[in-house]
């Protein structure tokens, strides 16, 4: 067991500290140079020209922090199965009561977003969260605003802006800015909405929470790594659209416009079951998330007006829009957009951030433009999946082992896609769906998997033939 505590102040601090007991404690002062958790995520209250959240507003903002960052900084690899940790929170909050009647339906909210076991103690502070400072200048006038979404510079979240642009909805975006080439590339695709529809009220408010190396207390701990899996890091989002939502009006709505194929997320492969898949817009997570929320008296409702779509039917919808024309392919849908950064070697060849081409994010876009007969997105040249499907089939597990576990599930899609049973087998792989979530996620997954079929016949290249799917596609 993996156990946390989270600090606000540098009295904080009661367990009994002996050689037998040992944690990570995470410090979230206010004066940031003894803060060892850096953030400034009181931007998201302060441009509104007030000092504070209310008080379970900001509880559900430290809690997510507190999350991500024991996921962020406590390793898979020292787990039992690589994967799988067992992490206990020590959490202070303003309103404990209502958070300790919520306690276990949050462990399995998180849970199951995460792939992990989760135990929080919530105690009780009077301590704000840097509620000291109000800004007079700059602020946001919230009575200008209807909604609140999520705008990561994805592909979906930019074609999201667009749906709710042309729907006429004033929308404040909030996004998560985890690098900084990653904020410049967000502030430009925003901008190239804005811009464009001039007559609405939008805007762009960014935040970062990066947890530092964690202090050790007690006996010594093996040394600690970054995690790079972070499946917590789209709660901490969420919580920030949430408490934005909340200022602007208490039933304010939250938007996570994704496809649904990636919402339901079906396995690729039996190895790729569990927590392996992100879990984000998946309706049991956000259903149960609704759930917790509201019986805190967080009413500020989380939805995806894009869970019955595939990725390709969205750009469908979007093809035709002179901004998504000229401004789509800068979009990033990759896992790791900077990762060439980490190569001082390559890095001068490559403009970062950029999508990869090669890993299942990727492989999903490349689909989805092919769908639409068109993609100018300028895949990272130094991979030998890049703009073509060029590989060595003998050697198909590195940086192509997302390519091999798309051709699995292909294979699989084509031997049993008349079979509606096993489909709905697999999509019920995950959890329990409504006969409606059923039929639609049915439909999503069979057009998207008949995407990336033919995304597979146009790149082909001998991958059908690998896939063992040549026969049965020449067939049809």
Request: charged share 25%; hydrophobic share 35%.
């Amino acid at each position: 067991m993996n156990e946390v505590w989270i600090n606000k102040n540098v009295d904080d601090l009661n367990i009994e500290d002996s050689p037998d007991k040992h944690f990570l404690v995470f410090n979230l002062f206010d004066k940031k140079n003894k803060s060892n958790v850096k953030t400034d995520m009181e931007q998201l209250w302060r441009r509104f020209g007030i000092e504070c959240l209310n008080e379970v507003n900001e509880d559900f903002l430290v809690i997510a922090s507190s999350i991500f960052c024991a996921d962020k900084r406590i390793p898979r690899k020292n787990s039992s199965d690589n994967w799988t940790r067992s992490l206990k929170l020590y959490i202070p909050v303003l309103e404990v009561e209502k958070w300790n009647s919520v306690k276990e339906k949050l462990e399995y909210t998180i849970g199951f977003l995460s792939g992990d076991k989760w135990e929080f103690e919530f105690r009780p502070t009077e301590l704000r969260f840097r509620g000291d400072k109000k800004n007079t200048n700059n602020v946001i006038n919230k009575e200008k605003y209807d909604s609140v979404s999520l705008f990561s510079g994805g592909l979906d979240s930019y074609c999201g802006a667009l749906s709710l642009s042309e729907e006429k909805k004033n929308v404040l975006f909030l996004g998560f800015k985890e690098y900084s080439l990653l904020a410049n590339r967000q502030n430009e695709l925003f901008r190239s909405i804005n811009n464009h529809y001039m007559d609405l009220e939008s805007e762009l408010l960014l935040f970062n929470v990066n947890p530092l190396m964690p202090v050790q207390r007690g006996s010594e701990l093996e040394k600690l790594s970054v995690e790079s899996t972070s499946r917590s890091r789209s709660l901490l989002f969420i919580a920030g659209a949430v408490s934005v939502a909340s200022l602007i009006g208490e039933d304010t709505p939250v938007y996570i416009p994704e496809n649904g194929f990636i919402g339901v997320n079906v396995p690729l492969t039996n190895s790729r079951a569990g927590s392996c898949s992100t879990r984000t817009t998946h309706p049991i997570f956000i259903k149960s998330l609704n759930s917790v929320l509201e019986k805190v008296g967080i009413n500020n409702k989380i939805s995806n007006f894009y869970w019955n779509k595939t990725k390709g039917e969205i750009l469908e919808e979007h093809q035709n829009n002179d901004v998504f024309k000229k401004h789509s392919h800068e979009t990033l849908s990759c896992s790791h957009p900077c990762l060439s950064r980490y190569d001082k070697k390559k890095s001068d060849k490559v403009k970062t951030p950029c999508n990869c081409g090669y890993c299942y994010p990727c492989l999903i876009r490349r689909a989805s433009f092919s769908n639409i007969g068109n993609d100018d997105t300028e895949y990272n040249p130094l991979y030998e999946l890049g703009n073509d499907f060029i590989m060595n089939y003998n050697n198909i597990q590195g940086r192509a082992s997302d390519l091999k576990a798309v051709l699995f599930s292909l294979k699989r899609y084509l031997d049993h896609r008349e079979d509606s049973d096993y489909i709905r087998s697999l999509l019920l792989q995950q959890g329990s769906l409504t006969h409606e979530e059923l039929d639609g996620y049915e439909r999503v997954y069979c057009k998207s998997m008949d995407e990336l079929l033919e995304m597979v016949k146009i790149q082909d290249n001998g991958l059908m033939n690998y896939a063992g799917i040549q026969e049965v596609v020449k067939h049809e």
